[in-house]
């Protein structure tokens, strides 16, 4: 069964960096093609693709906001972590990480997601 | 940039078919993809590479793809339907996009 749990400050200041884990079992990102990305969804409004990560590290992010994410890996404890620097009050939003099948190009299992608010 | 461009509302009644519709060129994508999402809830995955199931989506919901328009079809509608609906592609280089979202209202 494959499950996922985000992590991380429900508040943060602007100009912060935002830091969120995404916890997960029932698989193995060492599994060829299996990746885990993170989704935005700010209140109210569409969901937006942030970042993908691969076993073998292949990363991708969307192109208007790379400068600001890092995406990375720790195979030893299941965990995707997403830093967001410099975020703003327009960056409040639930973010959620989700499964990326082998061979796949959908998120078939997703976490409950994480608010995140960007206030002072 | 490729685009996804749902209607923001759909409304249907009870037992009627509901159709939801995504355009644009990202649709020429080799695979589309239907997530329903339920207030307070993460998305559900609905409907896989245009018109797939996955395991324990009902037979009610369909995905279909013609030329640059994709379409949901959720037949005999029910009031647990009632969602946003959400369409996304990835065209397998640099970028995952998702549609706007349509809401879906069950009069």
């Known amino acids: 069964q494959i499950t996922l749990k985000e992590s991380g400050p429900t508040l943060v200041k602007p100009t912060q960096t935002l830091t969120l884990t995404c916890t997960f079992s029932?698989?193995?990102?060492?599994?060829?093609?299996?990746?885990v990305g993170w989704i935005r969804q700010p209140p109210g409004k569409a969901l937006e693709w942030l970042a993908l990560?691969?076993?073998?590290?292949?990363?991708r992010y969307r192109p208007s906001l790379k400068s600001r994410l890092t995406i990375t890996q720790d195979t030893s404890k299941n965990q995707v972590v997403l830093t967001m620097t410099n975020m703003e009050p327009v960056d409040t939003a639930t973010f959620y990480c989700?499964?990326?099948?082998?061979?796949?190009?959908?998120?078939?299992?997703w976490g409950q997601g994480t608010l995140v608010t960007v206030s002072s | 940039s490729d685009v996804l461009t749902q209607p923001p509302a759909v409304s249907v009644a009870p037992g009627q078919t509901a159709t939801i519709t995504c355009g644009g060129n990202?649709?020429?994508?080799?695979?589309l993809h239907w997530y329903q999402q339920k207030p307070g809830q993460a998305p559900v995955l609905v409907v896989y590479?245009?018109?797939d199931r996955p395991s324990g989506i009902p037979e009610r919901f369909s995905g279909s793809k013609s030329g640059n328009t994709a379409t949901l079809t959720i037949s005999r509608v029910e009031a647990g339907d009632e969602a946003d609906y959400y369409c996304?592609?990835?065209?397998?280089?640099?970028?995952?996009?998702f549609g706007g979202g349509t809401k879906l209202t069950v009069l």
């Open positions: 989700a499964h990326k099948g082998r061979g796949m190009t959908d998120f078939d299992y």
């Open positions: 990202g649709v020429g994508s080799p695979s």
């Open positions: 990560i691969f076993g073998d590290d292949d990363k």
């Open positions: 996304q592609v990835w065209d397998g280089t640099r970028n995952i996009i």
């Open positions: 029932g698989f193995s990102l060492t599994d060829s093609g299996v990746a």
């Open positions: 590479d245009d018109s």
